[in-house]
């Protein structure tokens, strides 16, 4: 009986398989969003803290500079939140398609990808720091400048490292990884009387979510992007 029911689902699986093998090429669309994120947050980054330092150089420590510098230091650590989770949630995918197809073609960059999540912790660490020492520092506005200063180094170094990223050499790797990972659903969509490998349903499956995750995450920071921009630029060239 039970080699019966196996046999009754087995159509469906063949369904299912080459569903997925149909949707694996939005990976490659995932990786390319995530990646292009990471680099247009370092960049403006890298802007901004720049910015701030041009803001106190200018005006001086006036009470209304000072808010203002702290009010962008707050959206600077949520911003580097975001872009710290953009980087995992990259590196989670691109290590779900090695272990898919059991590849470490990627190390490389997930090695990279992995540092440079490290940078962006500790750049939020530091902004956080003079955030949670705001009362003393504001007082003290060499101290304030020697911060922003280190602040504006940390993120240029960050912005560097992220575009020396070469997202075509990955767009590329990952290509021909989502074939491999295709030719072996292929395969297991080929089963007569067997059931497919758990372990690659499992894998697969755990793939594809966090494909949608990075996609989805990338729409949400696009959309919030958006709004953001004109006061982005504002403060930027201001």
């Given at each position: 009986q039970l080699a019966k029911d196996a046999n009754k689902?087995?159509?469906?699986?063949?369904?299912?398989l080459n569903k997925v093998s149909e949707a694996l090429p939005n990976i490659a669309s995932g990786v390319n969003s995530g990646l292009q994120i990471v680099k247009t947050i370092s960049k403006e980054t890298a802007d901004v803290t720049a910015a701030l330092l041009n803001k106190l150089h200018e005006n001086g420590v006036s009470n209304e500079t000072l808010a203002a510098i702290k009010t962008d230091l707050m959206n600077l650590s949520?911003?580097?939140q975001q872009q710290s989770n953009m980087i995992q949630t990259v590196i989670e995918?691109?290590?779900d398609l090695q272990n898919v197809t059991g590849s470490n073609n990627l190390?490389?960059?997930?090695g990279q990808l992995q540092s440079t999540k490290s940078a962006v912790d500790n750049l939020k660490?530091?902004?956080?720091?003079?955030l949670g020492n705001w009362g003393a520092v504001e007082q003290a506005p060499e101290q304030l400048k020697q911060q922003l200063q280190a602040i504006n180094q940390e993120a240029n170094n960050i912005y560097q490292t992220v575009n020396s990223?070469?997202?075509?050499?990955?767009?590329t790797?990952?290509?021909?990884?989502?074939v491999e990972a295709q030719q072996l659903l292929t395969e297991a969509g080929n089963i007569t009387n067997t059931i497919v490998n758990e372990d690659l349903i499992g894998q697969v499956d755990k793939l594809m979510t966090s494909t949608s995750k990075t996609i989805t995450q990338a729409i949400t920071f696009l959309e919030s992007y958006q709004k953001e921009l004109p006061a982005v630029q504002e403060e930027i060239h201001s």
């Open positions: 689902m087995i159509p469906q699986v063949k369904e299912d949520a911003q580097l995918l691109l290590q190390d490389g960059i997930i660490v530091k902004v956080d720091n003079l990223i070469d997202v075509s050499a990955i767009q790797e990952v290509a021909s990884l989502i």
